[in-house]
Nanobody, 123 residues
Framework: QVQLVESGGGLVQAGDSLRLSCTASDTFSLYYMGWFRQAPGKEREFVGAIRWSLGRISYGDSMQGRFAISKDTENTMTLQINSLKLEDTAVYYC??????????????????WGQGTQVTVSS
């Protein structure tokens, strides 16, 4: 059983940058690791994912530009969010999946989830 732990969330001002981290207990069985976010009253939204062994990164359609995912170590990845906007307020989740193939972008594709970290953007 893979355990994922996010950190780095908090209260920030619009225009700031924020770096979220995800630490996995084990990545040996994971093909992809990804980031999702969920705002109040909305569905969980795909931010992006890394094909873990290759380091290839894909982003959700509306996530290009201000979001940057990186693989830091064999067990950690980060999500850098720049120029934060009010609409970025959400719980951000780290996820992992053993599914291979095209980048999985649906929450149902992922087997392992962190507890989430709250990001609140104020004006």
């Amino acid at each position: 059983q893979v355990q994922l732990v996010e950190s780095g969330g908090g209260l920030v001002q619009a225009g700031d940058s924020l770096r979220l981290s995800c630490t996995a207990s084990d990545t040996f069985s994971l093909y992809y690791m990804g980031w999702f976010r969920q705002a109040p009253g909305k569905e969980r939204e795909f931010v992006g994912a890394i094909r873990w062994s290759l380091g290839r990164i894909s982003y959700g359609d509306s996530m290009q530009g201000r979001f940057a995912i990186s693989k830091d170590t064999e067990n950690t990845m980060t999500l850098q969010i720049n120029s934060l906007k009010l609409e970025d307020t959400a719980v951000y989740y780290c996820a992992g999946t053993p599914i291979w193939g095209i980048t999985p972008s649906s929450p149902t594709d992922y087997s392992y989830w962190g507890q989430g970290t709250q990001v609140t953007v104020s004006s």
